[in-house]
């Protein structure tokens, strides 16, 4: 079936550092890639979405990136805000059966002022 | 705006305890969805539903049912509520087609005692 793997549980940063937080993932099917983010108290909401397609996405200053040779996909961003402290899902999405949605573990990033 | 609305927000419960979370969405969706969210787990699908009447299982399903009961409601039960069952629930709902937004409540905490 599909997978995903996130591999880092939690990333301190101070202002203005670079974020960088990679996915890696397993399919037979077509992919689209998503970043979701959770902000405390809320439930998770898209971040960004990368297809085959167009291999890269932008948005709120992140940017993501996607790898078909090594089948992977990361999130980045040049500077980083205290506003950004929250947890980061990479989601897998395919049309097999149920049109799921496979998630990471999520990546908890701390950003300290 | 999407909405996604979820009752009830927090629940404690006992051992062996009936629970029924409840979700309804505005958005004209066709699926339903219900995770859990556990520290080191990430979100875990529970049950899924493409539409009123339909139901499927998702990669965790022990314990629970579900039902869908219109286009809009959709209710996780939890009959015989068990402390592995502490968690954080979330409903989410999306259009059918792999590439589209999932619009997630903002979660039902449930404490089994």
């Known amino acids: 079936g599909d997978s995903v793997t996130q591999m880092q549980g939690q990333v301190t940063l101070s202002e203005d550092d670079f974020l960088f937080i990679n996915c890696t993932y397993s399919?037979?099917?077509?992919?689209?890639l998503f970043w979701y983010v959770q902000y405390p108290g809320e439930g998770p909401q898209l971040l960004l979405k990368v297809t085959t397609a167009n291999n890269k996405g932008i948005s709120r200053g992140f940017e993501a990136t996607y790898d078909k040779g090594t089948t992977s996909f990361h999130l980045q961003k040049a500077s980083v805000q205290e506003s950004d402290s929250a947890v980061y899902y990479c989601?897998?999405?395919?049309?097999?059966?149920?049109?799921?949605?496979?998630f990471g573990i999520g990546t908890r990033v701390l950003v300290r002022p | 705006e999407a909405a996604v609305t979820q009752s009830p927000r927090n629940k404690v419960t006992v051992t062996g305890g009936n629970v029924t979370l409840s979700c309804r969405q505005t958005?004209?969706?066709?699926?339903m969805y219900w995770y859990r969210q556990d520290t080191g787990h990430g979100l875990r699908l529970i049950h899924y539903?493409?539409?009123?009447?339909?139901?499927q299982i998702g990669d965790v399903p022990d314990g629970y049912k579900a039902t869908r009961t219109t286009q809009e409601d959709f209710f996780l039960l939890l009959e015989l509520a068990s402390p592995s069952q502490t968690s954080l629930y979330f409903c989410a709902s999306r259009t059918g087609f792999s590439g589209n937004t999932l619009y997630f409540g903002e979660g039902s905490r449930l404490i089994v005692v």
């Open positions: 539903s493409y539409g009123a009447g339909n139901l």
């Open positions: 399919t037979t099917w077509y992919p689209t």
């Open positions: 989601v897998l999405g395919t049309n097999s059966a149920g049109n799921k949605l496979t």
């Open positions: 958005n004209s969706h066709n699926y």
